[in-house]
Nanobody, 130 residues
Framework: QVQLVESGGGLVQAGGSLRLSCAAS????????MAWFRQTPGKEREFVVG????????VYADSVKGRFTISRDNAKNTVYLQMNSLKPEDTAVYYC???????????????????????WGQGTQVTVSS
């Protein structure tokens, strides 16, 4: 069982930056593929980015590539999302997700699916004003 707690959301002007954090409970954090999703009212949850167990592999949604960076610190059981050059369309609730896996499958078609992940956080609101 893993509990995920996101933090770092807030209100920022377009062009600004925010860093989200997701702290995980448990001793086996390094066994989990981690990801960030986001959701706006009335829409399905959208994949943003995923990272491998070691942090050496990443998969990004095209909409955030070049602006967002995911990283993880396995010693701190934490995954981060650095968001730069924010746009109003980045406004959403951002969720952290975890998948326990012995392997890293960088197949984007699999990683973008909510059902791939075993655990979810409660989300943190990010609002980007124009």
């Amino acid at each position: 069982q893993v509990q995920l707690v996101e933090s770092g959301g807030g209100l920022v002007q377009a062009g600004g930056s925010l860093r989200l954090s997701c702290a995980a409970s448990g001793r086996t954090f390094s066994s989990y593929v981690m990801a960030w999703f986001r959701q706006t009212p009335g829409k399905e949850r959208e994949f943003v980015v995923g990272i491998s167990q070691s942090g050496g592999g990443t998969v990004y949604a095209d909409s955030v590539k070049g602006r967002f960076t995911i990283s993880r610190d396995n010693a701190k059981n934490t995954v981060y999302l650095q968001m730069n050059s924010l746009k109003p369309e980045d406004t959403a609730v951002y969720y952290c997700a975890a998948k326990r896996s012995a392997i890293w499958n960088s197949n984007k078609a699999i990683m973008i699916k909510e059902g791939f992940y075993d655990y979810w956080g409660q989300g943190t609101q990010v609002t980007v004003s124009s």
